[in-house]
């Protein structure tokens, strides 16, 4: 990854852990080489323009990607970038294993494809239990409120993970759970808007969501999950051994 002036290394500071503690997400700004996001947006575009004319895919299908730490030459390079893993040695650990690599995308004025308020841990606790699994979260294009950039509850990780209650994607957008309760409006929570190049390291339990997008132009973000290597539990892509697997 190109280096900014303001931002070179991506190694965290004891005040960025301590930050990502207690507000269970951390923003770094203009780390992302543009060449990156341009070529992973000019592949999503084709893969899209290729979905788009099946009618037997649904919206999310057609907007989003999934498995791209295995299909996707640049999301590969992306997901094993030393910078990359510098940025979650901190957080991940011991070892590092790329959990996915996806693309989740909103269409030109696709106001319907909102991810509403969830928690990661909601999908992949039972079956993949991790501790210390966390997002990077990249838009690709500049976002704000407009075009569905992330919400999040700043501090909700602490909380455990509330219940979650399976959505059909044909009539509830991009995500597939969401709260139970149905909750649209939470106390507390934010908007995050960002410009392309900057990440947001988010921890898998802070609640989060994003609206639909109002503008012209596709909103996608490239997303990278990482854990820990745990001893005993279905094994992901080993970026970093760990000397001594935890158990999980
Ligand atoms: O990219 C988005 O709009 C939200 C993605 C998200 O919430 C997720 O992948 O868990």
Redesign the pocket.
């Known amino acids: 990854m190109e280096a900014a002036a303001h931002d070179a290394s991506l190694t965290l500071s004891a005040q960025d852990r301590e930050t990502f503690a207690r507000q269970g997400y951390l923003i770094r700004h203009q780390v992302v080489p543009r060449a990156f996001l341009a070529a992973l947006d000019r592949d999503m575009e084709v893969g899209y323009q290729q979905k788009i004319r099946d009618p037997a895919l649904t919206v999310e299908e057609v907007n989003n990607s999934h498995g791209l730490g295995k299909d996707n030459p640049h999301a590969i390079a992306m997901s094993r970038d030393p910078r990359m893993l510098e940025l979650i040695q901190d957080l991940v650990y011991p070892g590092i294993e790329l959990f996915s690599a996806?693309v989740?995308s909103?269409g030109p004025r696709e106001l319907d494809m909102i991810?509403h308020w969830?928690q990661?841990e909601a999908y992949w606790y039972d079956g993949f239990p991790r501790e210390r699994r966390l997002?990077v979260?990249m838009p690709l294009q500049d976002v704000d409120a407009g075009n569905?950039c992330?919400r999040v509850v700043p501090g909700s990780h602490r909380d455990g993970v509330v219940p979650h209650q399976p959505r059909s994607s044909r009539d509830h957008g991009?995500?597939r759970l969401s709260f139970a309760d149905g909750r649209e409006e939470l106390p507390g929570a934010i908007e995050l808007p960002l410009p392309a190049g900057s990440l947001i390291l988010f921890s898998s339990r802070l609640q989060?969501?994003?609206l639909g997008n109002r503008s012209n132009a596709h909103?996608r973000?490239f997303?990278l999950t990482y854990q820990e290597v745990a001893a005993g539990a279905e094994s992901f892509e080993v970026l970093r051994p760990a000397p001594q697997p935890i158990q999980a």
Request: proline share 0%; hydrophobic share 35%; with cysteine.
């Open positions: 996806k989740i909103k991810c969830h990661d997002s979260w569905g992330l991009a995500c989060h969501s994003s909103r973000a997303i």
